[in-house]
């Protein structure tokens, strides 16, 4: 109920939902949103069918009008909450949080969430409103990310190989997950670091907010004098401008993949807390890489799970840093202020 008397239901969205829910991005976003497709009807009808993306609606009880949406989508052992909307009319009232948070919580109590680990959300860096419900929702912010959005009508943009769409209106964003239980059972409790100030400071900033962390074994090591370990892969995002890289990656193919993505926005590389790990977060540095983050449980190996520390480069140079944060972040935006001005 809003604070005004209205009453509002919760259902899940159809493909009938499609142009209506397009059309709140229309009014919201103009044709800015991160992703066209969004425009595109009949790409979000096939969206709003398939069986692990979990739409969620909320709408007027009396004249079934919608007032918002968001998604839940289910990838493996990882929920991912994205794309949600509210109609311009019904901001203010009380509702925008209640309807996301019932949402979420409803779809995660379903069977098909049981092998769920945790639940990742990307919040904008400017959103205040976001982050509170991420933090009253029990999250933990891990990670803050300067110029991870590029918003811009990207309609015209057609993918082709190796040329990204170039920074339009970048902005920076926080990342919050939710743990679950089976999620510390799976996670190795051995932790090996780089022994590196930086490094150290985000692994403590999330300990902080995990108590599980507290029986952590956690390893300081110096890189070896060797050349290091290599197993490692690549994901690109042509819409935002951004490379992925997971794992361990040796000196000669990070230069050979530098060169390669120089004309991208952002290289984010996650490398896992693990000894082979050392050499890559040493060569992170070395390469001009900055720490940005501490991910719990991301990486699974052998069904084991190990955590991540998160490094990002610009390859085009930096853009943005505005932000506004609350208190619980302000030492992670202050941090990540510090080290992007250096």
Not at 17 to 22: C, H, L, N, V
Not at 56 to 67: Q, R, S
Request: glycine residues 6%; charged residues 25%; aromatic residues 14%.
């Amino acid at each position: 109920m809003s604070k005004y008397g209205n009453e509002y239901g919760l259902r899940f969205g159809t493909p009938k939902d499609a142009e209506a829910i397009s059309m709140m991005f229309k009014e919201i976003y103009d044709y800015k949103y991160a992703y066209p497709l969004i425009y595109d009807i009949n790409y979000l009808r096939r969206e709003l069918s398939k069986e692990n993306n979990f739409w969620f609606v909320g709408e007027l009880i009396d004249n079934k009008e919608i007032a918002g949406a968001g998604l839940l989508e289910k990838k493996r052992y990882i929920a991912h909450t994205s794309q949600a909307v509210v109609k311009k009319k019904f901001q203010g009232q009380g509702v925008t949080t209640k309807i996301g948070a019932a949402g979420i919580i409803k779809v995660l109590k379903m069977p098909q969430f049981k092998d769920i680990l945790r639940v990742d959300s990307e919040v904008r860096g400017i959103k205040i409103g976001a982050q509170k419900l991420n933090q009253n929702a029990g999250a933990i912010p891990f990670s803050f990310i300067p110029s991870y959005i590029n918003w811009g009508d990207k309609r015209d943009f057609k993918i082709d190989d190796n040329k990204p769409i170039p920074p339009i209106q970048e902005e920076s964003a926080f990342f919050y997950c939710i743990i679950f239980r089976n999620l510390w059972n799976k996670r190795e409790k051995e932790v090996y670091l780089l022994n590196n100030e930086d490094i150290i400071f985000f692994y403590n900033y999330v300990k902080k907010m995990s108590k599980k962390m507290n029986k952590d074994i956690l390893l300081l090591e110096n890189p070896r004098k060797n050349k290091g370990y290599e197993l490692y892969g690549v994901s690109k995002d042509y819409y935002e401008g951004r490379v992925n890289l997971f794992g361990y990656i040796k000196e000669k193919s990070l230069n050979h993949l530098i060169k390669t993505y120089h004309n991208w926005r952002i290289i984010i590389w996650r490398i896992p807390t693990t000894r082979n790990g050392i050499y890559s977060m040493a060569l992170a540095i070395r390469k001009g890489f900055k720490v940005v983050g501490y991910d719990i449980g991301f990486n699974n190996i052998n069904w084991t799970l190990f955590d991540s520390v998160i490094f990002v480069i610009y390859p085009q140079g930096f853009q943005n840093l505005d932000v506004e944060c609350l208190d619980k972040t302000k030492p992670l935006v202050n941090k990540i202020k510090e080290l992007f001005s250096s």
